[in-house]
C-alpha cells in the first residue's frame, strides 16, 4: 500500500500557473505507475496525465503543451506543473498510484490514492 497526500492547490487567474505536489511513502514506489486525475463538481473523475517508474508518460489532450507531470529523485513525490491555467481545468486534483510498472489512465486502475486539493481558475 502506499499512502498519498496532496497539496499545492490553489485560485489563479486564467493565464497562471500552479504546482502541485503529491508525498507518497509506504512500498517501493519504483514498481508503482503514478497518475493525477481530477474531477470537477457533477463530472466523472478524469485522468489528467500518468507516469511510470521509466518516465514514460500519457497525458490528456486538454492539457498537453500546459502540464508537466515530474517525479521527485526518490520517487516519493510526484509534481504536476500546470501553465496557462484555463477555467476548465477547475477541479479537485487528485494522485494516484498504482502497483505495475505501464501507463494507464482509468481510475479503476488506481487503488491509492490522495486527499484530493482544489484548483479554481477565473477568468
Known amino acids: 500500500q502506499v499512502q498519498l497526500v496532496a497539496s499545492g492547490g490553489g485560485s489563479v487567474q486564467a493565464g497562471g500557473s500552479l504546482r502541485l505536489s503529491c508525498a507518497a511513502s509506504?512500498?517501493?514506489?519504483?514498481?508503482?505507475?503514478m497518475a493525477w486525475f481530477r474531477q470537477a463538481p457533477g463530472k466523472e473523475r478524469e485522468a489528467v496525465v500518468a507516469?511510470?517508474?521509466?518516465?514514460?508518460?500519457t497525458y490528456a489532450e486538454s492539457v498537453k503543451g500546459r502540464f508537466t507531470i515530474s517525479r521527485g529523485g526518490s520517487q516519493n513525490t510526484l509534481y504536476l506543473q500546470m501553465n496557462n491555467l484555463k477555467p476548465e481545468d477547475s477541479a479537485m486534483y487528485y494522485c494516484?498510484?498504482?502497483?505495475?510498472?505501464?501507463?494507464?489512465?482509468?481510475?479503476?486502475?488506481?487503488?491509492?490514492w490522495g486527499q484530493g486539493t482544489r484548483v479554481t481558475v477565473s477568468s
Open positions: 509506504g512500498d517501493t514506489l519504483s514498481d508503482y505507475t
Open positions: 507516469i511510470d517508474s521509466d518516465g514514460k508518460t
Open positions: 494516484a498510484a498504482a502497483p505495475g510498472r505501464w501507463v494507464r489512465l482509468s481510475p479503476k486502475d488506481y487503488n491509492n
